[in-house]
């Protein structure tokens, strides 16, 4: 079943229209480079995270929090912070963008909530255990949105891996190197792959050269994306996340920085680079 | 109006001709392919910090200190730290190289000391802060030196970024890749850029991918050098300095740690590479 | 005098059937691309250290010990931590892996057992200072061990430093870049170099486009290996190692991740790519 995005979240579409507003004018009147936000808000962002999930999941999590909060400094969005999915879609529909940190809703009423508010073009940004599910998780909708099966296989212990960035043509990857090294984290293959989905465009994979990859647990061979979108829906998944490395690299900083962009300011960040 | 450094420091001066000699000696007698200071001091350094600054320049600049107490590990070279910048000339003339986190002088007499001191051949680098200055400045000679216009934009909040290598034939490039992603920072542009200056030669900019730069300010166009040196002065601006994401990387690591060098030690890291 | 490994350790040969039986298991039943350890453990390894060590070098090894357990996560490895090398055989032997931080045999009896365990084929990675050698070390079976003279010169302070994979055909460099910057250490150069010994095959040097490199100590010219390998042992020695910015960077973590997964597995990680 493909899903279209139908309905557009009106507060989304209003900030588009002013940001373009702003733009055209700043160019009309003196060509000035900047698009300053002043007193206004860009967007609202919800973080839900576990605090009783595995330590080293805490650990990234609380680490993330710490990044996002510093991409907020001067209130160009205002976020809140939860450890649970909302349960209906009037909490989520006053966000922008959700950004789930290795927790996903667990009930039938945050299930159901999180499909309407995605469904109805919300915005979504999840990490490493984020998409974890198998056959018991009985969630046949996660998986279209995910765009991929269910969990295969993983590295153990975290390690560093080298990556592949599959187009360097989305905003997302436009300014990240073809290839680099990403800090240690467990990453996880899904069968199907999502690149075996038309509706995905993988942005990066672990490349084959890791292979054997692992020192424990050892992964030999497949198709590894790691990041990746469902462009039927507004997210990014990122499969990132484990341990209290993930935020020691510049350039994994910016791929996240990107991701967190992309997904939060659509109209600003999907445009070609302007050019003066 | 085109300077051209007309006095050079004596101290330096006997210094290279030092290195020269110790050089030379080396490889008449065997070929030793170093060249050790053993008790000799080759250089005198003063930082420069505003502890009043705001809390993020705070950030960047006790962390500077803690990277450059580390260089002089085995007092190759001294160094004062100072939170004001010296009024006289005779202060500054003890220094080879004076360095400025995040300030600048303020008053009539310690801008006259300083314009005297980079004139007379004095060694200068400068961090991001340290190269505001807008049209309430008043102190032409400053933009003479740093060999561009006032501010114009910067992005907010600080983030990492793709930067281009414009030369890797400078010895503070020559060890840095074409392209590479900076740790999160601040970044100006300023009007004119200093690209337009003859007497400029640009060693690193920010990637023009990285369109449209930012959150909340956003950067849309424009031409954007971050470190560069005004060739009538012994001087280099680096842009970089803001929050506490500075020094975690190798990379940028080495770019300040060249760019020291080649201020400190001119006559050493200005030479071409030598060969055995 | 050319030695050749002569005795396998049994243990390795059986850990490697086992790992070979379990893929070509694998394998033919579904294409499972994972070897999971389950409760098996894989190998056992040492870590020694000396807690009297000049402070840099202590506050190195204790990252590096910090950096090994998370590797040990899982108990995919057991290990021991030890202050002294020990000075038997059968303690030595019990180990797969011998990781050397900034320590090294000191006595007759320590080297004795040291000697024997790696002539029958037991596992070592060196780092930094247990390399060192000078006219005073009067242990000849250790050059001949580490494929290379006595210490020759070093830079001075620590800093980050360009350098050149050799070879990217070999398991330990085939997932890092061809050239990438390297955190802050102190190096050192050895006389008569290891790439002068056809035994010994050179993974990673620093680029020659550093020189000069150093700011009180600096090093000329020269030719200046880092990392290597003594192809008649199973053995890896890598000259980083002085100061707290060891592990700070990815791709220099997965070096490190990689060496020590090549001498502690080598039938897995020497391994071709596996094809599906």
Not at 26 to 37: F, G, I
Not at 39 to 55: M, T
Not at 144 to 157: A, H, K, Q
Not at 246 to 271: E, H, K, M, Y
Request: glycine share 6%; aromatic share 14%.
């Amino acid at each position: 079943m493909n899903h279209q995005i139908k309905n557009y979240n009106y507060r989304l579409l209003s900030l588009a229209l002013m940001l373009l507003c702003c733009v055209a004018q700043a160019q009309v009147t003196d060509k000035y480079p900047a698009d300053y936000a002043g007193d206004r808000i860009r967007f609202h962002a919800l973080f839900i995270w576990d605090p009783n999930a595995e330590s080293a999941h805490v650990e990234f999590d609380q680490q993330a929090l710490h990044f996002f909060h510093k991409l907020s400094y001067g209130e160009g969005f205002t976020y809140d912070v939860r450890t649970e999915c909302p349960n209906s879609l009037d909490s989520l529909k006053r966000y922008d963008v959700v950004v789930m940190l290795n927790a996903l809703p667990h009930d039938a009423d945050q299930r159901k909530a999180f499909e309407q508010y995605m469904e109805q073009g919300g915005g979504w940004i999840g990490f490493h255990a984020t998409g974890y599910n198998d056959k018991d998780t009985h969630w046949p909708w996660f998986n279209e949105f995910l765009g991929c099966g269910t969990f295969l296989c993983n590295n153990w212990p975290p390690q560093p891996a080298l990556v592949e960035v599959d187009t360097q043509l989305h905003p997302i990857t436009r300014t990240l190197p073809k290839e680099f090294v990403v800090p240690a984290s467990e990453f996880y293959q899904f069968s199907p792959s999502p690149r075996d989905n038309k509706d995905v465009e993988v942005l990066v994979s672990i490349s084959p050269k890791n292979y054997p990859f692992g020192i424990k647990d050892i992964v030999l061979f497949g198709d590894f994306p790691i990041v990746w979108t469902n462009k039927n829906y507004r997210m990014v998944y990122l499969n990132m996340g484990h341990g209290d490395e993930g935020f020691i690299d510049a350039t994994q900083n910016l791929l996240f920085t990107n991701a967190f962009r992309w997904i939060s300011l659509p109209s600003v960040s999907s445009s070609e680079t302007p050019k003066e």
